[in-house]
């Protein structure tokens, strides 16, 4: 794009808009006169207004490269592997992209801090760290080598700096010119010299694209838009701007617009006048003063910074508290993207309680200058303005109001410098670190006398109230008195606690971990400024003040990944090349749902969901909606020509809710309109009448009220009752895990084409199960299935997400589409789509166990419940998995388990990655961990007493063959140096008191095979053409897992045919019927074998015409077979063997075999904050011979962040009244790219032999299995908790007389899943969190809920 603006509409940026995860990043270029000098940021395109790029210049994905030409970074992300769904990948690109371009030579730092904001889903991140870190400066790092404590850590490339050392079978080099990894110097490409080959362009800054030389000499001019409902002014000067808002006192300003953003996106709001005030130089003015810094209120966060690091250098350092606590709290806000448009003004004026900058300024009496062009409130007018001073804390008076009136704006801030003897802190809690929204923040100052005698003092404090509050009470009570009095802070935690209450059901939640973090924050204050003051100087003591003032910090996250090779004599299969869309992914070429052209005559369809979570629906009034100009239709369940109900096992939904609604987000009708924005707005307009009713929740809530469908499941082995006689020890408890959000970057997307002729459909469908998506259809429309061609190309992302849930989207649409006979498209918003399509159950273990003298299980009494939702999807085929699975890797001779899947009014849980497993798997490593607790054993020993061994028999008795992991468990043992370092991890935990390390290993096996016998199916269908390339088709959807690029390496194989030769197009009903949904990890298996099948029919026929013209080519051997009529299409077919298992007769076979796989993962936490970092994972997966090992690596480490953030920082959460609470990336959070270990070491289990696996080249099943490995993060943090409460008090009760003593030292932690902060640091119960402590009043309800 260039500078010219156009459009006369006021519309955002569109260009590549994907949903708030700044899979959107584009790189905004503009010439800033001040400095002169051109200033490159990457910036949310969804976020950023059309008519405010005028005068910039912008470059997006497309923009710096193509598949066949692309750009270095382009290049080495897709080669090195990091890129899966490609759904993420534009904005990872274009982040680095931006890097380079203000920064050529980055360090690895700025590296992994460039990525703030940007998240994947399926990486797991380490291979795009890995790809950019090839571009770190030489210069800047110091050597390969990197040491931490007393251990050598090794590159993620396999690099320890020493070129001597020996080479593993893995990616290597670090990116560095003279990297010890490279055979040759980084001139015109690079070779990783083992695996596998690549030359990958040497990055030139000079060949860059050049700013628009007209850009820099552009004199700017006052904009105005007029749009269908905003007008746009842009002035350039204040005066314009004053003008404007004298004419316009309700127009609105707009700034970075990332406020305003959310609120006109997401609340709806409207502000029908805008004015921009990004070219007004007045407001991104900055200047150095004696006593302080005065910063327009709009410069960016970003300029922000950096003026504040300016300031850092420029004034006394005792002068700079205030900007060096500003500068800390800005590290952590919002990601690049946002502080390279935001604005302090924003921030300020929008007043929200949590603001990270507003407490600072509180704490710190800065002032603003509110100015008018005429307001009467004047203290200082010039130049026909009226100004006036006012110190921030006059500025907020209630929940996002402040005192600013119509007219007026907020020109300035003075920022004070500090005084000699004044000290300041920020201080910040969030779900996350990076790039998320405070739970309570804290701008803290204090000003003492020579003696340590407190002369003024200020505690402001945001989110606990509607507005930024002080501790007035609390300044009052320390005012005068001592700093380092050790009574005096025990009073003044006890006073601010008294002071800031919350009640059980305060507006949002978590009351007790909001107070504890309150006092938190005040202990650590206390402690920071008590170092600075000197009061703390022996060796002791400054280690616990050390890690009480210090936040923690992650080392730069480095790895290993350690792998097999292809087997002799296999030239495609088991080689590690790249995805076969990666290059079009990093470029933006490649093709997603909402990418397809429109259509001819394309409409637009938006749903009506339900409000309520259980209600009769009395009436539905869509008169107003179909008045709107450009709306074309309302569609409801008397509209549905067919059959309105469907289900994938049981008819038990409708399509369209008819008399009944049973959840929040239940689709009740669909308005379809000219655009968008049409249908969306007029969707809004519909009336629903409800009568509401009783309505169910959570799982103890069904429970209680019996609310369970008709599935229970029970598998028994063994005499439980008579192992209980005989156990030495009983004990029971119960294990709750929370649901998660699949959070796929792609969001749910369909587009219905009804066809001119026969009443014939053609859907494009972002769906992991076409023909389900089919089926449905024809069963809706009422037509037959042979009518209806389902096809996908790819998918940004599944995870089971889009296995089922996909489908009453399609089915919505196709009845819009049948009415108005034309085609109709919807993708929908992130909100919805949280809210509409269920998510992994949420699941309640409650267990009895008995156990011997010398650790063995005698016998176990097992119920799992789940969480349903409203309607049965998959939830039976889910607890299957569950019960199945609860085993873990103990052999328990006596065993009984029950599962029931409680009937609720939330959305309908569906499938998630793993399937229930990780939820069966989660309880029995609870169980595990509390019964070592309880039995006073390790839990270590405990296990290695109770791991399967070879030969015996799971309690759904299957034979356990090919059982290696017994032997992958001592290895990963020897090689993640366990004893040592839990040695090394006790030790330091005797020796901190408000930091401790946790260490946990975790195994797990998979059984691989759908549960449902008749899913084991798979067909392919290859085709040959004459010029000897090579069509497959086959029944697996492409989701980022590689699934095609692997089919291509096993045709490539089969067929002896290059692997260039050979494409798959997109998975069709037209060329695979009656394909099984991808899922449970087995369509490599399937499908390969399938595809293998038909290869090897082709290869056989074409085998004559080989072996009569040895040096023929495929194509020549291809037409001569031709010629002679022979038939160069062949269909493939597989059906899994050996399987087939009776719950009823506990018989049969339930899974064709087990991936199985370890972890060992160290964690450090801060006790005060909840906040954890993982220190390093060791994991170990036995996959077989794999297909293609950099493809399942990428699964697995994907796999097991996924399962790090379902087990710590996914929580999902509802409002009491059934609506979902967490329904967007604001306040769901998923692990980011400093969420990964610092030290990530994955390997392959190698050289074994699998005399029973049968499965196609002989690999194993590798989606799901890993993901429970992240659970071995949750329980290293259990691990730190446990030495939180063991070891904590006694040591330095003495030293600190105030401390009381821990009372639960002996009390089993108990830790739900997930084990978010507010968890963590509530299980660490100590005297900060006993006395913040909120207890529930009769009648008070929790302000959210687990469900
Ligand atoms: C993904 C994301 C992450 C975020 N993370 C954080 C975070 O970590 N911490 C945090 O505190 N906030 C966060 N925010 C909130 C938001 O980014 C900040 O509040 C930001 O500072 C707003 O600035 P803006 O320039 O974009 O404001 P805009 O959206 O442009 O405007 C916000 C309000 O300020 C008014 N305004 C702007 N300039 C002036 C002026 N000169 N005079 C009078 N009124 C004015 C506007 O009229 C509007 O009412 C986040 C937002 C997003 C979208
Ligand atoms: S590759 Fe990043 S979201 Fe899929």
Redesign the pocket.
């Known amino acids: 794009m260039t500078n010219e603006i156009t459009s006369n509409s006021i519309k955002e940026l569109e260009v590549n808009h994907k949903n708030f995860s700044s899979a959107c990043t584009v790189l905004i270029s503009l010439y800033d006169s001040t400095i002169r000098k051109i200033v490159n940021s990457s910036v949310n395109a969804c976020?950023a207004p059309l008519c405010s790029i005028d005068g910039k210049h912008v470059i997006t994905i497309e923009g710096i490269g193509s598949s066949h030409n692309p750009h270095p970074v382009q290049e080495r992300i897709a080669l090195l592997h990091g890129s899966q769904c490609g759904f993420c990948t534009p904005g990872i690109v274009m982040s680095l992209y931006a890097l380079l371009r203000n920064n050529p030579e980055p360090s690895k730092k700025e590296i992994e801090e460039c990525f703030d904001g940007n998240l994947c889903r399926c990486t797991g991140y380490r291979p795009i760290l890995d790809a950019a870190k090839t571009f770190a400066s030489v210069s800047k790092s110091i050597s390969c080598e990197n040491e931490i404590g007393d251990e050598k850590r090794v590159d993620s490339n396999g690099c320890d700096g020493n070129n001597t050392q020996e080479k593993t079978s893995q990616n290597k080099g670090c990116g560095r010119e003279n990297c010890c990894q490279l055979n040759n110097r980084f001139e015109d490409f690079v070779i990783f010299d083992e695996f596998p080959k690549y030359k990958l362009k040497r990055y030139d800054p000079s060949q860059e694209l050049i700013f628009p030389p007209s850009l820099i000499n552009r004199v700017p001019k006052p904009l105005f838009f007029i749009g269908r409902k905003t007008k746009w002014f842009r002035p350039i000067n204040l005066d314009q701007l004053l003008d404007l808002k004298r004419v316009y006192p309700n127009a609105?300003?707009?700034?970075?617009?990332?406020?305003?953003?959310?609120e006109t996106k997401f609340k709806k709001l409207k502000y029908p006048i805008q004015i921009y005030?990004g070219e007004v130089k007045a407001?991104q003015s900055c200047e150095f003063g004696d006593n302080g810094l005065t910063i327009g209120?709009?410069i960016t966060?970003s300029k922000f910074q950096q003026v504040l690091q300016d300031a850092c250098k420029r004034y006394k350092s005792h002068q700079t508290q205030v900007f060096q606590a500003i500068l800390s709290n800005l590290r952590w806000?919002?990601g690049n993207q946002?502080r390279n448009?935001?604005?302090p003004?924003?921030?300020i004026?929008?007043g929200?309680p949590i603001?990270?900058?507003n407490p600072i300024f509180l704490a710190t009496n800065t002032l603003f200058t509110l100015t008018s062009s005429s307001s009467s409130a004047t203290t200082d007018s010039n130049n026909n303005k009226n100004r006036r001073v006012i110190p921030s804390e006059s500025f907020w008076i209630g929940y996002r109001k402040t005192i600013?009136t119509e007219q007026e704006?907020?020109e300035q801030i003075f920022v004070p410098c500090s005084a000699e003897n004044e000290f300041v802190s920020a201080y910040k809690q969030a779900k996350r670190r990076d790039?998320?929204?405070a739970i309570v923040n804290a701008g803290l100052r204090v000003v003492l006398d020579k003696e340590h005698f407190v002369q003024d003092i200020s505690l402001a404090f945001g989110g606990m109230g509607g507005v930024t509050l002080r501790a007035t009470q609390a300044e009052s009570f320390v005012k005068g008195r001592k700093w380092g009095d050790e009574k005096v802070l025990q009073n003044l935690l006890e006073t601010i606690l008294q002071e800031l209450q919350l009640n059980f059901s305060a507006p949002g939640g978590m009351a007790s971990y909001r107070r504890s973090l309150v006092a938190g924050f005040i202990y650590k204050f206390w402690h920071d400024i008590g170092t600075k003051i000197g009061l703390y100087t022996n060796k002791n003591s400054s280690c616990i003040i050390e890690e009480l003032t210090e936040i923690i910090e992650r080392e730069i996250s480095q790895g290993v990944q350690s792998f097999g090779r292809p087997e002799d004599g296999k030239n495609h299969v088991g080689e590690s090349i790249p995805h076969a869309s990666a290059l079009k992914q990093v470029t933006g070429e490649a093709v997603y749902l909402d990418d397809i052209p429109k259509a001819h005559g394309e409409l637009y369809g938006t749903l009506l969901l339900s409000q309520e979570p259980h209600a009769k629906i009395l009436s539905i009034d869509a008169c107003e909606a179909l008045a709107q100009p450009g709306v074309r239709g309302f569609f409801s369940a008397k509209d549905v020509p067919g059959e309105n109900k469907w289900g994938p096992i049981f008819h038990d939904e409708e399509v369209f809710a008819s008399t009944e609604v049973y959840c929040v987000g239940q689709i009740i009708g669909l308005i379809v309109a000219d655009t968008q924005t049409l249908a969306q707005e007029a969707v809004r307009l519909v009336k629903v009448e409800y009568e509401r009713l009783s309505y169910i929740l959570t799982i103890e809530e069904a429970i209680d009220k019996q609310s369970f469908f008709s599935m229970d499941r029970q598998i028994v082995r063994g005499d439980v009752d008579n192992a209980f006689k005989e156990a030495d020890y009983i004990f029971e408890g119960s294990s709750r895990i929370g649901g998660q959000e699949h959070f796929y970057l792609e969001t749910q997307a369909s587009l219905v084409i009804p066809k001119p002729e026969d009443h014939e459909f053609e859907v494009h469908a972002s769906t992991q199960h076409l023909t389900e998506t089919q089926i449905v259809l024809s069963s809706v429309l009422g037509i037959r299935a042979n009518k209806v061609v389902c096809r996908v190309k790819r998918l940004g992302g599944g995870f089971g997400g889009k296995e089922t849930r996909s489908v009453p989207l399609t089915a919505a649409l196709a009845v819009g589409a049948w009415h108005l006979n034309r085609p109709i498209r919807c993708m929908l918003d992130r909100d919805e789509d949280m809210v509409i399509s269920g998510q992994r159950h949420p699941a309640l273990g409650r267990w009895r166990i008995g156990m011997s003298k010398d650790g063995k299980i005698k016998g176990l009494d097992l119920d799992i419940y789940t969480n349903g939702g409203w309607s049965s999807d998959l939830s039976s085929a889910v607890l299957d998995r569950a019960i199945t699975h609860a085993d873990n890797c103990y052999y328990i001779a006596n065993m009984r388990i029950r599962g029931k899947i409680c009937k609720t009014n939330i959305h309908s849980n569906t499938a998630f990655r793993g399937f229930g497993g990780p939820q069966g798997m989660m309880i029995m490593e609870n169980i595990i961990n509390e019964v070592a607790d309880s039995m006073g054993i390790s839990v270590d020993t405990l296990r290695e007493i109770n791991l399967y061994k070879e030969g015996q028999k799971t309690h759904y008795n299957q034979l356990l063959t090919d059982w290696h992991l017994p032997q992958l468990y001592q290895q990963l043992k020897q090689t993640s140096d366990f004893e040592k370092r839990r040695h090394q991890v006790d030790s330091y935990n005797a020796s901190h008191k408000w930091r401790k390390r946790g260490l946990a290993f975790v195994p797990t096996k998979f059984g691989l095979s759908y549960t449902a016998l008749h899913l084991n199916q798979a067909g392919a269908l290859v085709h040959v053409y004459l010029d000897g390339s090579v069509l497959v088709s086959h029944g697996g959807v492409e989701m980022g897992q590689g699934l095609h690029t692997k089919l291509l390496q096993i045709a490539a194989e089969t067929l002896s045919v290059p692997l260039d030769q050979i494409h798959i197009m997109e998975t069709s009903t037209t060329t695979v019927a009656n394909m099984s949904a991808t899922a449970a990890s087995v369509s490599s298996d399937i499908n390969g074998y399938a595809v293998a099948d038909a290869c090897q029919k082709l290869a056989e026929r074409l085998r004559p015409y080989r072996e009569k013209t040895q040096n023929a080519t495929f194509k020549e051997i291809c037409q001569a077979a031709y010629f002679d009529r022979v038939n160069l299409s062949a269909n493939g077919f597989y059906k899994t063997p050996d399987i087939g298992y009776s719950f009823e007769k506990n018989e049969g076979q339930m899974f064709y075999y087990f991936t199985m796989g370890a972890a060992v993962t160290e964690i450090e936490l801060d006790l005060l904050t909840g906040d954890h970092t993982i220190l390093r994972t060791d994991l170990c997966m036995d996959i077989g011979r794999s297909l293609n090992y950099a493809i399942d690596i990428g699964q697995i480490e994907g796999g097991f962040v996924q399962g790090v953030g379902w087990c710590t920082i996914e929580e999902s959460l509802f409002f009491p009244n059934g609506q979902l609470f967490t329904r967007g990336p604001g306040n769901y959070k998923i692990p980011g790219f400093r969420d990964i270990p610092q030290d990530f070491r994955v390997s392959t289990y190698q050289g074994t032999q699998y005399p029973h696996l049968k499965t196609i080249h002989s690999s194993k099943g590798v989606g799901e299995p890993p993901l429970f490995l992240g659970s071995s993060v949750f329980f290293a943090i259990r691990d730190a908790i446990k030495a939180g409460r063991q070891v904590n008090f006694n040591k330095y009760h003495n030293q600190y007389g105030y401390l009381v003593q821990a009372n639960s030292i002996n009390e089993i932690v108990t830790l739900s899943s997930p084990a978010t902060p507010e968890r963590i640091r509530m299980a660490c119960i100590d005297h900060i969190s006993k006395a913040a402590l909120v207890s529930r009043k009769e009648g008070e309800k929790p302000w959210n809920l687990m469900a």
């Not at 609105?252 to 959310?262: A, P």
């Open positions: 976020l609105k300003l707009v700034s970075g617009n990332t406020e305003i953003g959310i005030v407001l209120a709009n966060l806000f919002a946002i448009v935001a604005t003004a924003g921030n004026v929008t929200s603001s990270d900058l600013l704006i907020l790039d998320d929204i």
